[in-house]
């Protein structure tokens, strides 16, 4: 019976040490983890361009979206002004439904759409690329708790048949 329990013990010490040495690590992990952290944030509070640069693109990618918004964007800073320039893709114009509503038709047993008149598809795609420009400044003002940023300029785009057109351009300060 005691050779079990000295059997016993030493799987048990060997198990302990197993797990001490996978916590080793782990802490270890996580301490280069939080230092390499450390060392991105001290850049970016420097004005480092490309620290800056890098986490305004974090903050971009982070951004959610509906169905049929593009997430494509790209970040320039100038550390001496502290100007962020963005540029965009935004979303297409059929972004808008067509159909404002459906109604069911008894007669036939279909439903059918009710078209939305041009001018309101119309002013409501103004309407989100205006949102989605202010959204967009918004979220990077208030990711930027060290106020390295002073200004952004946002440029937006809509591709179109296979091309790029500038649709909207911001400054705020």
Do not use: C
């Not at 078209?115 to 598809?121: A, M, T, Y």
């Amino acid at each position: 019976m005691r050779a079990r329990s000295t059997s016993g013990s030493e799987k048990l010490d060997a198990a302990q040490a197993r797990h001490d040495e996978r916590n080793q690590q782990e802490a270890a992990r996580a301490e280069e983890w939080n230092a390499g952290i450390e060392l991105r944030r001290a850049a970016y509070r420097d004005r480092d361009v490309e620290a800056v640069e890098w986490f305004i693109d974090q903050v971009l990618a982070a951004s959610l979206y509906p169905h049929g918004f593009p997430k494509a964007h790209q970040v320039s800073y100038q550390a001496d002004t502290g100007e962020l320039l963005v540029k965009i893709d935004l979303p297409l114009e059929d972004v808008v439904p067509a159909a404002r509503a459906y109604r069911y038709v008894k007669t036939r047993d279909e439903i059918t759409p009710v078209p939305r008149p041009e001018k309101e598809r119309h002013e409501l795609y103004a309407s989100v690329l205006a949102q989605t420009a202010l959204r967009t400044v918004r979220e990077l003002f208030a990711a930027d708790t060290a106020g390295v940023v002073r200004s952004v300029a946002l440029n937006g785009h809509v591709a179109i048949r296979g091309r790029r057109r500038t649709r909207v351009w911001t400054r705020w300060r």
